[in-house]
């Protein structure tokens, strides 16, 4: 056979193989796992409430969110919280201390703890992000730990757990982690107390001797004052003078600056006094305690028509 006509037999074949190869390539490059990344990213830190030893706390999340996009993109992103430790529940959740101890504690999304933070609250922001740009904010939370629980004094902790920062799609109250062209981001909350040999005061009563009818010579009423101290440890609760005293006296003032006079007793019969500066005593029994004051108005001639106040200071020592 001549040797021109062998080569033009292996020509088609070397062509076939070449088109073959890249074939195989094309495919090879498309069966290439790639990377998936939405337009819209958003991280966040790992956040801590730290009561310290107080009752009462504020915690902040810090996020973080990047526009992959060569356009403006607008959202509304979300914090939910998550599923808290044990043994808390997403009605009650607890720190743990040693021995194990509980401590009851809530988290809520206002500062006067109103609203609780659990899974039909969420805390949102309105995200807008310029062409291919990053914005950072902060959620704010806060938490309360009742008074009044027969706990020692030591460390306690807890977790919620896959608290999720993401994003509130229009016509939903569900807070997502994915949707088409964002990620978000899972984090543990982490809580701690301290709980020390210390006292607390809450609710204080008003002593509220309504309004005078006719003429009386003395007018009666009672208030109180509510602390929590740890078993056994002694309290002084410390009454000054008030915002119109006089010597010995306290005073109600109203808007003309008239004035009545008024006292202060530990005891219902009004035979023990607490004087300007007195104090009433005590010692804590690990549960709220309710210490009532009672006050009556003496009154020598009547006073002219009007609302008479006065403030005391309360001070709790122990």
Known sequence: MPLGSAK????????RCLWLAII?????????????????????????????SALTARGTINWTCTNFDPTPVAFTLCA???????????????????SPIFLDFNVYVDSAGNELWDSSTLLTANVAIAANGRTSGTFTYYGRIPPGQAAPPGSYSAFFYNTLIGILTTGTSICQRNAPDFSGIDVTLSVRATLIEACTLGTIGDIDFGELAGFRDQIDAAGSVQLVCPPNRGWTLS?????HAAGTERRMQDADGNLVPYRLYRDAARTDTIAIDGSVTGAGTGAAQTVPVYGPVEIGALPPVGQYSDFVVVTLGF
């Open 8 to 15: 033009r037999r292996l020509t088609p074949v070397a062509c």
């Open 239 to 243: 009454f000054d003078g008030g915002r």
């Open 24 to 52: 195989g390539a094309i495919l090879a490059i498309l069966l290439v796992p790639q990377e998936a990344k939405a337009n819209a990213f958003c991280q966040a830190d790992q956040p801590t409430l730290d009561f310290g």
């Open 80 to 98: 939910a919280i998550g599923t808290p430790s044990y043994p808390g529940t997403p009605q009650q959740p607890k720190m743990i201390g040693s």
